[in-house]
């Protein structure tokens, strides 16, 4: 019998969604580097009677676990190094201003516009300026022990050192992790191809995200890699190729779905058996047993599924013989100017470098002006919480106070039980693993698993003890009051999410593409380009709005209305794809006049939504012949139009 809880004690959703851990497998060779690269260091200190050169060196460990979090050698090399030569600067500006009053908080302050700037970049260059900020303000307000420059080399060698332990593997599994990559991108293309036809509901648009999310990370992965081979490596040659192979099994997938019909199971099978020769390197032939198609339909999947299998199988490929549709990235130098031109220009660049730089000189005024203990604590809260690329800001500063509280227990059965010395060594083995193992689980785990730890190294340090535990949680109370207050609620773009703005070029862009679907000028890779950026940019703003549904109203109940229209979007470019599909095998193509009205419908949808936080009525007049192969595709553009005018009293 179930029992439902009374009105007023039922959660909201949006805090439901905040306290929901995320499923995530545990990376045990990351548990296990966690464990090893964090208590070394304190071994060696201990040994040789400096345990604070050991905890400085533990610390330097902790910032490159947290960025140990790519599966490619050559992307780790770029997730542990590059940050950890930031935090080398950072802990050198702020050691030189230790106990320099407002000179500091000016330097601080600086120090954190810079960091918000570099951080909107891209994802290494955001670790890196989190770790320079983190490290200048250690650096400002904890006395370093030994020379100047000796804490920027312990804290360095300390990162390093998780550098060295991920990288042991690399001479046995060079090329491991890309083909893995690839090969998790064929089964997830399985699994859409067994969803097809589904009545579940959102199932076949749950594997689709999927399969999205599954081959940017492949094509990331091998793209990335791929800039220091120029394009000459046969393996990653025949990995780009591998891809683009299976990008007509995805295009055919819609067509498939619309049919209303499952495939047969030996479909996804099939394509099962093309991921296990990808991930072993298999090159012998391979033998699909695939059913005879019977329709326009099945001639497209099989048509597809044979020609991947031709890919796979092949030995040598040669690089010219293919179109690489995402194009080879720049060279480093290029694309390193183009980000610095980038940030010195870009507006929304030089607005959260304001917003970081405001939050914590403010934190570093009032610990300046008011005695706070170990007042660095606040500035450290503010940097992990004002992370908007990280998630949402009122979410991860809820997060943060709940993850400090919890934190705080363990860390008070640490330091009053555990004795100093050679005892924190097994303490420190047995927290150190929970950092990588509880990190996927979602912001508030990460910080209830990092506490601990930097309060041990901090007693390390101070010989403190229990005394850190009230100042820690008094600080992370006020660097999260600081960081709702300036970096969130007086910059409303960050609280008011522009819904219609940022689906309006996305809607725009549809457009663009179902003219390219069916214009006779339109090269196919130009063709399959589109459709991937496409569905890379539904993809993010799929992750922007989820973020948002865990803010409190109006933010969170305004992007849960509009996420239906999300959705419409996402099947509007898989029924352009499935009609693209028809046409190429057998379907009567459809006239200008039909594909001039869809579009003309989405461009004035677009235009609709470019300056709107509601939903408004607009025309859904979409006719046409009902035997053309675009009906479905007029019904989705039709269905996305009516969503737009709800229907009122």
Known sequence: MSREFPIGLTPPDWLVRNLRPQQAPVNRPAVARAALAMTLPLVIGLAAGQPAYGALASMGALSGVIGDTADAYRMRILNIAVPQLFGAVGITLGSAVYGHGWTAVAVVTGVALISGMISTIGAVASVAGLLLLLNSVVGAGLPMPGQWWLASVLMTGGGLLVLLLALLAWPLRSGVPERTAVAAAYRTVADLLAACGSDVPGEYEDARHAVTQSLNQSYDLVLARRTRHHGQSPELTRLIAQLNAVTPVVEAAPAAHLNGRPLPTEVPEAVRHLARAVE???????????????SETARAVDHALRHAAEVVAAPDIDPRGFDDRLGRPAALRVRAARAARDVALSAGSWRYGLRLALCIGLAQVLVSTVPVARSYWVALTITFVLKPDFGSVFSRALLRALGTVAGLVVAAAVLSQVPRGWWDVPAMLLLAPLIPALTPRGYGYQTAAITPVI????????????????????????GCAIALVAGYLLWPESWHTRVGARLADTV?????????????????????RMRRRLYRDLSVIRTEFQRALTEPPPTGRRAAA??????AVERIVDATTAARVRVKHGAEPPSEREVGQITRQLRELAEGLHDTEVLYPVRTDLTGPPGSVLEPLRQEVAAARAITSPQRP
Not at 508 to 528: C, E, I, K, L, S
Not at 562 to 567: D, E, F, M, S
């Open 280 to 294: 072993t390197g298999f090159t012998g032939p391979i033998d699909l047993h695939l059913p005879a198609p019977g």
């Open 455 to 478: 309060l041990l190294l901090s007693d390390i340090l101070n010989h403190q003890g229990t005394g850190l535990l009230l100042p820690r949680l008094v600080d992370s109370l006020i």
């Open 508 to 528: 725009a862009d549809t457009a663009r593409y179902v003219d390219a679907a069916f214009g006779p000028d339109v090269a196919p890779a130009a063709r399959a």
């Open 562 to 567: 509009w996420w239906p229209l999300v959705v």
